[in-house]
């Protein structure tokens, strides 16, 4: 059964860079079929797409982090790793990792929005 | 804000139909598949519904969604206490060139 497991510090000082690993386990990080993602989501407020990864190195940013975001896979470990830079306090949120299933699809021509499944998440405050 | 409009909150008794919109535009639901998630308190989301209206195995059939337009829609039937959650609908937007989520509702079952 897949199952990811996010992990890294869970306090991080403003204008630092933030440091989270995503451990996958039941399937391989290296098939072909699959994505894997970064959503966060601030205390009390919604869900935000970060960026998407294949075994590759073929990503998907969010335009809106672009610049601060950089994500790596290590297929030796099983893991896929995001780094947030210059964080500052709107960068405080539960991260969560995901499998992204399809994030284009050939067939259709369609980006599918299709996470699952999802990581438990870890809460990450900036503040110093 | 985000760029999808869902009602903040919805709520309903047990045994009832409820609704959850998600409104959005050409660039976005006009054009592309509509997924929705499910937090329940103090969980992670969890995948609900797939390229519209296509249940993951496991999702009870009270579950239903579609589209039209420029616009989206999650239906729960039968309404039970254990479906009190989040409900979020996300898509891919094409302007933006990334993913985006509705801002949530809040489905209390009274």
């Known amino acids: 059964q897949l199952q990811l497991q996010e992990s890294g510090p869970g306090l991080v000082k403003p204008s630092e860079t933030l440091s989270l690993t995503c451990t996958v386990s039941g399937v391989s990080i290296s098939s072909t079929s699959h994505y894997w993602a970064w959503i966060r989501q601030p205390p009390g407020k919604g869900l935000e797409w970060i960026v998407t990864i294949n075994y590759s190195g073929t990503t998907y940013n969010n335009p809106s982090l672009k610049s601060r975001v950089t994500i790596s896979v290590d297929t030796s470990k099983n893991q896929f790793s995001l780094k947030l830079n210059s964080v500052t306090a709107p960068d405080t949120a539960v991260y969560y990792c995901?499998?992204?299933?399809?994030?284009?699809?050939?067939?259709?021509?369609?980006?599918?929005?299709?996470?699952?499944?999802w990581g438990q998440g870890i809460l990450v405050t900036v503040s110093s | 804000q985000s760029v999808l409009t869902q009602p903040p909150s919805a709520s309903g008794t047990p045994g009832q139909r409820v609704t959850i919109s998600c409104s959005g535009s050409s660039s976005n639901i006009g054009a592309n598949y509509v997924y929705w998630y499910q937090q329940l308190s103090g969980t992670a989301p969890k995948l609900l519904m797939y390229r519209d209206d296509q249940r993951p195995s496991g999702v009870p059939d009270r579950f239903s969604g579609s589209r039209s337009g420029t616009s989206a829609s999650l239906a729960i039937s039968g309404l039970r206490s254990e479906d009190e959650a989040d409900y979020y609908c996300a898509v891919w937007h094409d302007r933006l060139s990334g993913w985006v989520f509705g801002g949530g509702t809040k489905l209390t079952v009274l």
């Open positions: 995901a499998r992204h299933i399809s994030p284009y699809y050939y067939g259709s021509g369609n980006y599918e929005a299709w996470f699952d499944p």
